[in-house]
C-alpha cells in the first residue's frame, strides 16, 4: 500500500531536478501523474534551460513505476495554459488531489543593476506563477472539499541570498501566499503548506559555472561541490541534498500523515538554518 494510492498529483516544473523525484516519489506511492513544464526556451537564466528529453525521461521514469504521467506543454505565468492542464487531468483521471508548485528560475545581479525584466521574469514565474497554479486548481479542489497544495518555496524567503533580490523577495511571498491559501481554502478541506528547500543538487546549482565558483578556479568538476554543501549544512556527513529530501516531506504534507496540518513552513536544509553567519560549523569527530 502506497501513501497516495489511486490519487493525481500535478507537479509544476516536473520536467527535471526537485521537480522530478516529485512526479517519482507521488508514483512510486500509488498517484498518477501530470507533469506541467515548459519545453521550449523561455526565460534567460545562467545554467541550462530543460529540455524535451528531461521531460520524457521523467514520463519514464513514472510509466516504469506502473503509473500513468501526463505530460503538458504549460508556462505557469499563463493561466490560460493551467487551466488547460486541469481539464485535461480530470479529463483523463477525473480528479486531482495534489498540487506541488514547484517551477521556479535563478538569476543573479546586484538590485540596483538588475533590469526590470529580470525583476518581472523571476517573480511572474516564480511568484505568480505559484498563484496561477493554485488558482487553476482551486475550484475543483472546493467542489471536492479536498485536496493538498504543497509551495515550494526556499532557504533564501527566511535568509536573503546575496545578489538575488528578486528571488529572495519571491521566496518570502510565496510563504505569505501560502499562509493565504492555506487560510482561504481551509473551509472546504484543502490544506496548503510550504518547503523552504536548502541547498539541493539539481541542474539550477550543480553545472560547469557554479563547479568553478565552488572551485574557485576555471575547470571546476562536480567534486568541487562537495565541501560547500558540507559548510552549507549542520548534520554530519551531509553535503548538498538529493532532490528526494525534498520529495519525501513533500509526500509526508500530501499524504493523510499530514491530515491536520495547514499553513506550515517546513525547512528541508541539513540545519542550514541552525548555523547563523556569525557562528563557525559545529564539528564532531
Ligand atoms: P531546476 O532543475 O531548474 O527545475 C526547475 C523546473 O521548473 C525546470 O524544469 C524548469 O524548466 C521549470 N520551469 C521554469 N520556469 C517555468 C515556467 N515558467 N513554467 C513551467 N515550468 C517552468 O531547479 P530545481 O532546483 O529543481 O528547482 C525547483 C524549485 O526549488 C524552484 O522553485 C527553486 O527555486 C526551488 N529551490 C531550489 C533550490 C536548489 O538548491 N536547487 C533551493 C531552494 C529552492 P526550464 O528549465 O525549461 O525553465
Known sequence: MGLLDGKVALITGGSRGQGRAHAVTCAREGAHVVIVDVTKPTTEVDYALATDEDHHETVRQVEALGRR??????????????????????????RIDILIANAGIWTKAPFWEMSEQQWHQLVDVNLTGI???????APHMIERRSGSIVVISSNNAIEPLIDSAHYNASKSGALGLMKSI?????????RCNAICPGFIKTPMTSHQRAWDMFAGRP??????MAPAGRSY????NTEALDPSEIASTALYLNSHLANKVTGVVIPVDGGHLLLPATNSRPVVE
Do not use: N
Open 233 to 236: 549544512t549542520a548534520l554530519r
Open 131 to 137: 498563484w496561477k497554479s493554485a488558482k487553476a486548481v
Open 182 to 190: 492555506a487560510l482561504e481554502l481551509a473551509p472546504y478541506g484543502v
Open 69 to 94: 504521467c501526463v505530460s503538458v506543454d504549460a508556462d505557469v505565468r499563463d493561466q490560460a495554459s493551467l487551466d488547460g492542464a486541469v481539464t485535461l487531468a480530470v479529463q483523463e483521471f477525473g
Open 219 to 224: 575547470g571546476g568538476t562536480e567534486a568541487d
